[in-house]
């Protein structure tokens, strides 16, 4: 009887283990993202503004470069007062420049938000449609390596990448 018991005991908890078993799934975000045809674009996109910033940055440095060079040539001839107008001015561009260079900076990482974060909810909601769909509990991104260890799970990418409409291409596992 005792047998029996115990027996009905450790099926229940095994039936109950089975019941609570939790669907964990993995994918590797980076390379969907780069496999999402919007990625080319937003990258020649965003490639063409850092372009912008670029040839203006440039710009101000030639021209910080040619007053300098006036500068140098011409000083023996300035007077006093002329000398520290042109240092000053020289100072001030200088001070210029490097402020432009970071707001240009920001502006570029901004920027690069702004044309990537659609393309990032767009695979998000596919893989949330995915989890739902085949009853996962948890999908983790391989790609970001806070995974440290896992039992051999199913790597979603390939449906993802099918609710997406790309081919998908050989994903960098765990």
Do not use: C, W
């Not at 078993?21 to 980076?30: F, R, S, V």
């Not at 900076?105 to 998000?124: E, G, H, M, V, Y």
Request: hydrophobic share 35%; glycine share 4%; aromatic share 6%.
């Amino acid at each position: 009887m005792k047998k029996v018991v115990i027996l009905t005991l450790l099926l229940g908890l095994t039936i109950t283990s089975a019941v609570n078993a939790q669907k964990i799934g993995h994918i590797a975000l980076d390379s969907l993202l780069k496999n999402m045809p919007e990625s080319d674009s937003a990258r020649k996109v965003g490639q063409a503004y850092y372009q912008q910033l670029e040839t203006t940055i440039e710009a101000m440095q030639k021209e910080l470069q040619q007053k300098y060079q006036d500068y140098q040539q011409n000083s023996a001839s300035l007077t006093e007062l002329v000398k520290k107008n042109k240092e000053q001015e020289l100072n001030d561009l200088n001070q210029r420049i490097q402020s432009f260079q970071g707001q240009a900076q920001s502006s570029l990482q901004k920027f690069n938000d702004s044309i990537t974060r659609p393309i990032i909810t767009k695979a998000k909601n596919a893989i949330s449609s995915i989890a739902k769909e085949h009853a996962y509990k948890y999908i983790l991104d391989t790609s970001s390596g806070v995974v440290l260890y896992s039992e051999d799970g199913d790597d979603v990418y390939a449906m993802v990448a099918e609710k997406l409409g790309i081919k998908p291409k050989a994903a960098k596992g765990k």
